[in-house]
């Protein structure tokens, strides 16, 4: 391995150069940006199969930021391994119920309906194919328990097709013009993702070259983000960046408590060849249930949202800020907390939700928790926690328990 690493004050004024439109929210709430490239890593991206450390000639941070935001890889096609691990209890099978459960609202969704069906991708190991071949065509396999479901954008056409129920679930785009707006603001390839994550580098962020790997037979060098501050629960972020493409190969998030990734995807096998016309290409199997979405002002919401783990039709920071009103930030960079009042109860102990299954998740995830801001609970992951008092305020963040418990005491 080559271990020179380059200064990493020079790298965040280019980081800052990717979007400078976007960088309004993502620059002072870190968090929430991290949880948005999780997000949307587990959507596209993959595990890291390394195979060697190539020699490579050396390159700065901001050389290779600069190879990822100049990477137009427009088509493409590859396997995926992805392993979440959020440190959340085993739901014995809830998790389904509850995800179809709020795709179908009334309870008639499809289980076809990607904003239900990608969120699967949020624990365990899964193995997808991806492919692309532009801006109007993508495709996306999950490959489940010798079942398959296949998510396919083609124009003007978006279709999910679930092979263990037979379902169908059918939507559009707007035109081309428009999509290709939305393509700009929502992260749906590999690229944008890291983008994304750069968008967050500050002066409380360190970004260096780390060596290289081989990532799915590409040579590669690793872009190694983590904050400079303790107090953070995010280790640090790698990424694999093909040497000559520029195309992010791996994304990977470790915490600050160690052991095994939180997110560790990475491409198993990738090709740069243009993908047969034939697969895009869908047609509605025999028998098969078919829900039309019927709407066509989501734009590309619903592939690269749901790519992204996002809900149908990505919404904008200035959307997102009226919908959280009243959103605070404290503190800046990787341990800054958002903070908002939900005008209404705290989060309901588990038999106050009835006991049972969800009652049991319920009390599994939170801690009790209280202060001079009166009592609460405390809902952990090993990335994100989120203190809910008992009047409904938030106190959200990858920090520790007692570093929300601080700010609500000061609130």
């Known amino acids: 391995m080559a271990p020179y690493e380059s200064d990493d004050s020079t790298s965040a004024g280019a980081a800052d150069d990717l979007h400078p439109g976007r960088r309004r929210a993502t620059r002072y709430v870190v968090p929430v940006a991290v949880v948005g490239v999780?997000?949307?890593?587990?959507?596209?991206?993959?595990?890291?199969?390394?195979?060697?450390?190539?020699?490579?000639?050396?390159?700065?941070a901001q050389q290779l930021i600069e190879k990822i935001a100049?990477?137009?890889?427009?088509?493409?096609?590859?396997?995926?391994?992805?392993?979440?691990d959020l440190g959340l209890p085993d739901l014995g099978g809830l998790e389904s119920s509850l995800t179809s459960g709020a795709a179908g609202g009334s309870g008639d969704g499809s289980s076809a309906d990607p904003t239900a069906k990608l969120t699967e991708l949020a624990t365990g190991t899964h193995t997808l194919r991806v492919a692309a071949d532009g801006?109007?065509?993508?495709?996306?396999?999950?490959?489940?328990?010798?079942?398959?479901?296949?998510?396919?954008?083609?124009?003007?056409?978006?279709?999910?097709?679930?092979?263990?129920?037979n379902e169908v679930y059918h939507s559009t785009v707007a035109d081309s013009a428009d999509a290709k707006q939305k393509q700009d603001e929502t992260p749906a390839t590999p690229d944008q993702l890291a983008?994304?994550?750069?968008?967050?580098?500050?002066?409380?962020?360190?970004?260096?070259?780390?060596?290289?790997?081989q990532v799915a037979g590409r040579d590669a060098y690793r872009l190694v983000i983590k904050p400079k501050d303790s107090g953070s629960t995010v280790g640090q972020i790698t990424v694999a960046v093909d040497a000559k493409t520029g195309l992010p190969?791996?994304?990977?998030?470790?915490?600050?408590?160690?052991g095994a990734a939180v997110i560790d995807a990475g491409f198993t096998q990738i090709s740069y060849s243009k993908p047969s016309a034939s697969t895009?290409?869908?047609?509605?199997?025999?028998?098969?249930?078919?829900?039309?979405?019927?709407?066509?002002?989501?734009?590309?919401?619903?592939?690269?949202?749901?790519?992204?783990?996002?809900?149908?039709?990505?919404?904008?920071?200035?959307?997102?800020?009226?919908?959280?009103?009243?959103?605070?930030?404290?503190?800046?960079?990787?341990?800054?907390?958002?903070?908002f009042d939900t005008g209404g109860q705290g989060m309901p102990s588990g038999s106050e939700a009835g006991g049972g299954a969800f009652g049991g998740f319920l009390d599994s995830l939170?801690?009790?928790?209280?202060?001079?801001?009166?009592?609460?609970?405390?809902?952990?992951?090993?990335?994100?926690?989120?203190l809910i008092t008992?009047?409904?305020?938030?106190?959200?963040?990858?920090?520790?328990?007692?570093a929300l418990v601080k700010a609500a005491n000061a609130g």
């Open 135 to 165: 801006p109007d065509k993508q495709k996306l396999s999950l490959l489940e328990n010798a079942a398959e479901y296949s998510l396919i954008h083609n124009g003007k056409d978006v279709w999910g097709y679930d092979s263990q129920s």
């Open 195 to 213: 983008k994304d994550a750069l968008k967050a580098v500050d002066d409380t962020t360190s970004v260096t070259v780390q060596g290289t790997a």
């Open 280 to 339: 895009f290409d869908f047609k509605t199997p025999k028998g098969a249930k078919v829900t039309e979405d019927g709407k066509t002002d989501h734009t590309n919401g619903h592939f690269e949202g749901s790519l992204k783990g996002a809900d149908k039709g990505a919404k904008s920071d200035e959307d997102l800020g009226k919908d959280l009103d009243g959103l605070n930030v404290i503190g800046k960079g990787w341990t800054s907390i958002a903070t």
């Open 366 to 386: 939170g801690d009790k928790v209280s202060g001079k801001f009166g009592s609460g609970t405390v809902f952990k992951t090993r990335l994100i926690n989120a």
């Open 70 to 84: 100049k990477s137009d890889v427009q088509q493409m096609s590859g396997t995926v391994k992805v392993t979440t």
């Open 249 to 258: 190969l791996k994304f990977t998030l470790t915490p600050s408590s160690g």
């Open 390 to 402: 008992d009047d409904g305020k938030v106190y959200v963040g990858a920090v520790s328990k007692d």
């Open 38 to 60: 999780a997000a949307a890593t587990i959507g596209l991206v993959p595990a890291l199969a390394d195979s060697g450390d190539p020699d490579l000639p050396k390159i700065s």
